[in-house]
Protein backbone atom coordinates (compact mmCIF):
# COMPACT_ATOMS: atom_id res chain seq x y z
CA UNK A 1 0.00 0.00 0.00
CA UNK A 2 0.71 3.34 -0.53
CA UNK A 3 0.58 6.77 0.79
CA UNK A 4 1.53 10.39 0.16
CA UNK A 5 1.48 13.15 3.50
CA UNK A 6 1.68 17.08 2.33
CA UNK A 7 1.85 18.61 5.30
CA UNK A 8 0.69 22.33 4.74
CA UNK A 9 -3.27 22.36 3.80
CA UNK A 10 -1.93 25.75 2.54
CA UNK A 11 1.11 28.22 1.84
CA UNK A 12 0.87 32.02 1.59
CA UNK A 13 3.92 33.98 0.25
CA UNK A 14 4.30 37.05 -1.45
CA UNK A 15 4.92 37.50 -5.24
CA UNK A 16 8.58 37.10 -6.23
CA UNK A 17 9.40 35.25 -3.25
CA UNK A 18 10.98 31.33 -3.34
CA UNK A 19 8.08 28.69 -2.29
CA UNK A 20 8.61 24.96 -1.25
CA UNK A 21 5.85 22.29 -1.25
CA UNK A 22 6.38 19.51 1.17
CA UNK A 23 5.48 16.04 -0.35
CA UNK A 24 6.23 12.46 1.37
CA UNK A 25 5.44 9.23 0.64
CA UNK A 26 5.64 5.78 1.57
CA UNK A 27 5.52 2.81 -0.71
CA UNK A 28 6.83 -1.08 -0.78
CA UNK A 29 7.86 -0.78 -3.80
CA UNK A 30 9.62 1.81 -6.64
CA UNK A 31 7.70 4.36 -7.45
CA UNK A 32 6.59 6.75 -9.84
CA UNK A 33 6.31 10.79 -8.75
CA UNK A 34 4.17 13.05 -9.70
CA UNK A 35 3.20 17.08 -8.70
CA UNK A 36 -0.38 17.97 -10.26
CA UNK A 37 -1.66 21.81 -10.13
CA UNK A 38 -5.44 22.35 -10.15
CA UNK A 39 -7.18 26.26 -10.76
CA UNK A 40 -10.56 26.80 -9.46
CA UNK A 41 -12.90 24.50 -10.83
CA UNK A 42 -10.61 23.05 -13.48
CA UNK A 43 -9.32 19.56 -13.91
CA UNK A 44 -6.01 18.47 -12.88
CA UNK A 45 -2.79 19.73 -14.98
CA UNK A 46 0.50 18.15 -14.72
CA UNK A 47 3.49 20.00 -13.78
CA UNK A 48 6.10 17.65 -13.24
CA UNK A 49 6.96 14.27 -12.84
CA UNK A 50 9.37 11.53 -11.62
CA UNK A 51 10.07 8.17 -13.42
CA UNK A 52 14.19 7.37 -13.08
CA UNK A 53 17.60 8.64 -13.85
CA UNK A 54 18.00 12.61 -12.45
CA UNK A 55 16.32 12.86 -8.96
CA UNK A 56 15.67 16.68 -10.22
CA UNK A 57 12.99 17.19 -12.43
CA UNK A 58 12.57 20.37 -14.75
CA UNK A 59 8.68 20.90 -15.17
CA UNK A 60 6.63 23.47 -16.66
CA UNK A 61 5.79 27.10 -15.64
CA UNK A 62 9.25 27.21 -14.02
CA UNK A 63 8.58 24.71 -11.06
CA UNK A 64 11.41 21.66 -10.04
CA UNK A 65 11.40 19.05 -7.80
CA UNK A 66 13.76 16.84 -6.06
CA UNK A 67 13.58 13.14 -5.91
CA UNK A 68 15.43 12.26 -2.12
CA UNK A 69 14.83 8.76 -1.99
CA UNK A 70 16.20 7.94 1.53
CA UNK A 71 14.04 10.78 2.99
CA UNK A 72 10.73 9.60 0.91
CA UNK A 73 10.30 12.89 -0.48
CA UNK A 74 9.42 14.77 -3.56
CA UNK A 75 9.31 18.54 -2.60
CA UNK A 76 8.18 21.17 -4.91
CA UNK A 77 10.16 24.26 -5.55
CA UNK A 78 9.79 27.32 -7.35
CA UNK A 79 12.43 29.96 -6.69
CA UNK A 80 10.02 33.27 -7.84
CA UNK A 81 6.63 32.55 -7.89
CA UNK A 82 3.51 35.00 -9.62
CA UNK A 83 0.15 35.63 -8.63
CA UNK A 84 -1.02 33.57 -11.68
CA UNK A 85 0.62 30.21 -9.27
CA UNK A 86 -2.05 30.70 -6.83
CA UNK A 87 -3.96 27.21 -7.12
CA UNK A 88 -4.13 23.50 -5.64
CA UNK A 89 -0.74 21.20 -5.62
CA UNK A 90 -1.09 17.44 -5.87
CA UNK A 91 1.20 15.45 -4.71
CA UNK A 92 0.52 11.65 -6.32
CA UNK A 93 2.68 8.63 -6.17
CA UNK A 94 2.13 5.53 -9.08
CA UNK A 95 3.79 1.64 -8.85
CA UNK A 96 1.04 0.64 -10.56
CA UNK A 97 3.02 -0.12 -14.08
CA UNK A 98 5.53 -2.02 -11.90
CA UNK A 99 2.97 -4.46 -10.29
CA UNK A 100 0.36 -4.51 -13.32
CA UNK A 101 -2.08 -2.13 -11.64
CA UNK A 102 -2.00 0.67 -14.61
CA UNK A 103 -1.30 4.00 -13.59
CA UNK A 104 -3.63 4.39 -10.92
CA UNK A 105 -2.37 7.25 -8.44
CA UNK A 106 -2.69 7.74 -4.90
CA UNK A 107 -3.02 11.53 -3.94
CA UNK A 108 -2.17 13.75 -1.16
CA UNK A 109 -4.50 16.13 0.29
CA UNK A 110 -3.30 18.98 -1.62
CA UNK A 111 -1.70 22.35 -0.87
CA UNK A 112 -3.69 25.63 -1.21
CA UNK A 113 -0.63 27.66 -2.61
CA UNK A 114 -2.02 31.69 -2.11
CA UNK A 115 0.09 34.40 -4.00
CA UNK A 116 -0.25 38.06 -2.48
CA UNK A 117 1.10 40.78 -3.78
CA UNK B 1 -5.61 15.53 -30.57
CA UNK B 2 -8.34 16.33 -28.39
CA UNK B 3 -7.86 15.56 -24.47
CA UNK B 4 -9.87 13.47 -22.72
CA UNK B 5 -13.47 14.87 -22.38
CA UNK B 6 -16.31 15.05 -19.78
CA UNK B 7 -19.93 15.72 -19.78
CA UNK B 8 -21.86 17.25 -18.73
CA UNK B 9 -19.52 19.65 -16.55
CA UNK B 10 -21.95 20.17 -14.46
CA UNK B 11 -25.00 17.52 -13.36
CA UNK B 12 -27.64 18.43 -10.45
CA UNK B 13 -29.42 15.28 -9.62
CA UNK B 14 -32.70 15.39 -6.78
CA UNK B 15 -31.49 12.26 -3.90
CA UNK B 16 -32.95 9.46 -5.02
CA UNK B 17 -32.09 9.85 -8.84
CA UNK B 18 -29.91 8.61 -11.21
CA UNK B 19 -26.36 10.53 -12.31
CA UNK B 20 -24.51 9.21 -15.29
CA UNK B 21 -21.67 10.80 -15.74
CA UNK B 22 -19.16 10.04 -19.17
CA UNK B 23 -15.51 10.15 -20.42
CA UNK B 24 -13.78 10.05 -23.96
CA UNK B 25 -10.29 8.94 -22.93
CA UNK B 26 -7.99 10.73 -25.45
CA UNK B 27 -7.67 8.81 -28.90
CA UNK B 28 -5.56 6.02 -28.82
CA UNK B 29 -5.99 5.47 -25.10
CA UNK B 30 -7.19 2.12 -23.62
CA UNK B 31 -7.03 3.04 -19.86
CA UNK B 32 -9.52 4.77 -18.02
CA UNK B 33 -8.92 5.35 -14.10
CA UNK B 34 -12.15 7.40 -12.15
CA UNK B 35 -11.69 9.42 -9.54
CA UNK B 36 -13.39 11.18 -6.58
CA UNK B 37 -12.99 14.62 -5.41
CA UNK B 38 -14.85 15.36 -1.59
CA UNK B 39 -14.81 19.05 -0.68
CA UNK B 40 -11.50 20.08 1.15
CA UNK B 41 -10.06 16.95 0.04
CA UNK B 42 -7.97 14.89 -2.58
CA UNK B 43 -8.47 12.91 -5.21
CA UNK B 44 -9.32 8.94 -4.30
CA UNK B 45 -9.09 6.18 -6.74
CA UNK B 46 -12.12 4.76 -7.46
CA UNK B 47 -12.10 2.46 -10.54
CA UNK B 48 -9.75 1.74 -13.42
CA UNK B 49 -11.23 0.40 -16.66
CA UNK B 50 -9.42 -1.23 -20.06
CA UNK B 51 -11.75 -2.00 -22.65
CA UNK B 52 -14.31 -4.44 -21.65
CA UNK B 53 -12.99 -4.91 -18.59
CA UNK B 54 -12.86 -3.51 -15.37
CA UNK B 55 -9.17 -4.04 -13.90
CA UNK B 56 -9.14 -2.86 -10.39
CA UNK B 57 -12.23 -1.30 -8.33
CA UNK B 58 -10.98 -0.93 -5.06
CA UNK B 59 -11.99 2.31 -4.56
CA UNK B 60 -15.16 1.65 -5.55
CA UNK B 61 -18.11 1.91 -3.04
CA UNK B 62 -20.32 -1.75 -2.69
CA UNK B 63 -23.36 -0.17 -3.24
CA UNK B 64 -25.19 2.14 -6.23
CA UNK B 65 -22.14 2.78 -7.88
CA UNK B 66 -20.99 0.47 -10.95
CA UNK B 67 -18.40 1.70 -14.07
CA UNK B 68 -17.90 0.31 -17.63
CA UNK B 69 -16.21 0.60 -20.73
CA UNK B 70 -17.61 -0.55 -23.86
CA UNK B 71 -15.94 -1.70 -26.49
CA UNK B 72 -17.77 1.26 -28.71
CA UNK B 73 -18.39 4.55 -26.48
CA UNK B 74 -16.97 6.17 -23.44
CA UNK B 75 -16.38 5.33 -20.07
CA UNK B 76 -19.83 5.71 -17.64
CA UNK B 77 -19.60 6.18 -14.29
CA UNK B 78 -23.13 5.65 -12.74
CA UNK B 79 -24.58 6.33 -9.41
CA UNK B 80 -27.97 5.09 -8.44
CA UNK B 81 -30.13 6.25 -6.12
CA UNK B 82 -28.04 9.48 -5.33
CA UNK B 83 -27.63 10.57 -1.98
CA UNK B 84 -26.16 13.91 -0.77
CA UNK B 85 -22.95 12.75 0.20
CA UNK B 86 -22.24 11.74 -3.43
CA UNK B 87 -21.87 15.71 -3.79
CA UNK B 88 -18.28 15.74 -5.43
CA UNK B 89 -16.20 16.33 -8.54
CA UNK B 90 -15.77 13.25 -10.51
CA UNK B 91 -12.45 13.24 -12.70
CA UNK B 92 -11.91 10.66 -15.29
CA UNK B 93 -8.18 10.44 -16.40
CA UNK B 94 -6.82 8.24 -19.77
CA UNK B 95 -3.48 6.51 -20.58
CA UNK B 96 -2.23 4.86 -23.30
CA UNK B 97 -0.77 0.99 -22.43
CA UNK B 98 2.54 0.89 -20.71
CA UNK B 99 2.82 4.65 -19.77
CA UNK B 100 3.21 6.30 -16.44
CA UNK B 101 1.05 9.29 -16.80
CA UNK B 102 -2.37 9.85 -16.80
CA UNK B 103 -4.32 13.04 -18.23
CA UNK B 104 -7.37 13.92 -16.78
CA UNK B 105 -10.68 15.75 -17.82
CA UNK B 106 -11.82 18.52 -16.57
CA UNK B 107 -14.17 16.84 -14.52
CA UNK B 108 -18.06 16.89 -13.52
CA UNK B 109 -19.19 18.43 -10.97
CA UNK B 110 -21.67 16.49 -9.24
CA UNK B 111 -24.62 18.56 -6.85
CA UNK B 112 -27.38 16.30 -4.84
CA UNK B 113 -30.33 18.43 -4.29
Known amino acids: AQSVTQLDSQVPVFEEAPVELRCNYS??????LFWYVQYPNQGLQLLLK??????LVKGINGFEAEFNKSQTSFHLRKPSVHISDTAEYFC???????????????FGTGTQLKVEL | NAGVMQNPRHLVRRRGQEARLRCSPM?????VYWYRQLPEEGLKFMVY????????ESGMPKERFSAEFPKEGPSILRIQQVVRGDSAAYFC???????????FGQGTRLTVV
Open chain 2, 93 to 103: ASSPEQAAEAF
Open chain 1, 27 to 32: SSVSVY
Open chain 1, 50 to 55: YLSGST
Open chain 1, 92 to 106: AVSDGVLTGGGNKLT
Open chain 2, 27 to 31: KGHSH
Open chain 2, 49 to 56: LQKENIID
